[in-house]
């Protein structure tokens, strides 16, 4: 068979509302970001034969979406168990679906009310269903701030990673929201406002933290060939990957200041025929601001322990070497477990981002939760069809 | 939805019986796979280096290096609300470095990466123990 590499294109990306309270269902959500998605398209719900998302107990099954939709023969479907680390793995299964023509034209999406009904923080959420977490919650560390916090302090114990630099992250990150109207974090935000905020788990402050937002992301995924009879230019899928990710069962892999992103990183590449000086823009996962500097390291956009000096030098801006996280991410935008960084990379690749556009951007990497915590992770390599 | 309302207590399984129930009489126990030596954590069924099946229980120093720290303040669930702030640890285990534990800590002062640390244990109920750490005598 071909390879996968620009074989399929997402054609189509529909948002809700970001809030704090939508008000509504996950269901409802689903339906408004899939509809959203195929008006952008311009497709209808005809040509949809296929359904995938990912879940961790907080969301409506997907066919309970597709009979609401009066789908009533999915070619595919996905409902794939995880949070942030299998956001981009959802799409790259859809992908292969397509490309192995199992389906034609697949809907991602993500639903939740991350905020108003279920916190990943733990308020409204029982205990995680992880066979590790009968050795980790005893003790009081049950929530992904305090997981990431443990690898952040080792970070910056063992590279003398500061502060600051954490909140270089969070700075540059809402002067983007600043621009991006989607956004729930618009108010400027200095250096001095992020070390002025209280903490949450030592070393992050409040801003080191995502948001918990309630909204829905979707987006259409078809052929290449197909795509390119559609509306808008497709951004085509490149290269997807899937790789492993650290648990308390994976002593192979016991440096903490290092993610399975750095294993997965060159099959990626590798798959997608390109290098880190390629990329016009990046769209890193960030959870917290550490997440952006470790994957910064293990991606290989800079040097082990170099991430932090990196992000104060100001390349991750807009105007800058290398922007990240151009619509303010999870940070500032909204949390959208992952998928809301595969529309924005979509937009910024259509030239549709508006006054946050990176010129002429051709390439995007966009990555998933990188991996601790869950034992897996994933990521995209999408281009501007030429 | 159900809400972390309590501390929440060891739920041995039928893999980590025998090393909570260790815990709680105040030993540090893990497999030690006959094969090959590897230590296993958590306890399971197989060598992740060899895939031998066979261990025997093997006690251990209860010494270690401590790794990482971090100090919570956030109130995540209920039964916290009146322990905040406080300190939990992650440890390499001095017999095998690449074993990660999590792990209350011990001390008036803050942890220090790098810094060798000993096993303190809390029985936590008649059947359970947890496992703290502290600074090396």
Partial sequence: ?386 | MTEIDATPLPQPDRDSEPFWRALQAGNLRLQKCTACDTLRWPPRAICNRCADFDARWEQLSGRGVLVSWIRTHQVFAPAYRDKVPYVVVQVALAEQRDILMIGGWQSHRDPAPGEPVEARFVAATGEVGLLDWAPSE
């Fill in chain 1, 1 to 386: 068979m071909p390879s996968l590499r620009d074989s399929t294109a997402i054609v189509g990306i529909g948002y809700t509302e970001f809030s704090k309270n939508s008000g509504v269902s996950t269901l409802t959500l689903g339906l408004r970001a899939i509809m959203a998605a195929l008006d952008d398209a311009g497709l209808a719900l005809s040509d949809v034969d296929g359904l995938a998302t990912f879940r961790v107990g907080d969301s409506v099954l997907p066919t309970i979406l597709a009979q609401s939709l009066g789908l009533r023969d999915l070619h595919y479907y996905l409902d794939q168990f995880g949070g942030g680390s299998v956001s981009h793995a959802i799409v790259g299964q859809a992908a292969l679906a397509v490309h192995a023509g199992i389906a034609d034209t697949v809907v991602c999406y993500r639903a939740l009310n991350a905020r108003s009904e279920f916190r990943m923080g733990g308020t409204g959420r029982p205990l995680v269903d992880a066979v590790e977490t009968q050795y980790q919650a005893p003790y009081g560390y049950f929530t992904p701030p305090q997981q990431y916090a443990m690898a952040a302090m080792a970070h910056m114990e063992r590279f003398g990673t500061t502060q600051e630099q954490l909140g270089a992250v969070a700075v540059n990150q809402r002067a983007n929201a600043v621009l991006n109207d989607r956004a729930l974090m618009r108010v400027p935000m200095s250096l001095a406002d992020y070390l002025a905020s209280r903490w949450v788990v030592e070393p992050f402050k409040l801003f080191d933290c995502c948001l918990e937002t309630d909204g829905a992301v979707a987006l259409v995924i078809t052929s290449a060939e197909r795509a390119r009879d559609l509306k808008q230019t497709p951004v085509l899928i490149r290269g997807a990957s899937w790789g492993s990710g650290q648990t308390l069962y994976s002593n192979e892999q016991p440096d903490p200041t290092r993610t399975a992103a750095a294993d997965m990183a060159p099959r990626l590449f590798e798959m997608a025929g390109v290098g880190c000086s390629d990329f016009d823009l990046l769209e890193l996962y960030d959870c917290f601001t550490y997440s952006v500097l470790v994957q910064l390291e293990d991606y290989g956009f800079c040097k082990k322990g170099e991430s932090g000096p990196f992000a104060e030098t100001g390349a991750l801006a807009l105007s800058g070497s290398l922007p990240v996280n151009t619509h303010g991410g999870f940070l500032s935008e909204g949390y959208v477990h992952g998928l809301n960084h595969i529309t924005e990379a979509v937009s910024q690749l259509r030239h549709d981002a508006g006054e946050r556009q990176v010129p002429g951007a051709q390439l995007a990497l966009t990555t998933a939760q990188p991996g601790y915590v869950s034992g897996s992770t994933s990521a995209l390599v999408l281009r501007r069809d030429a």
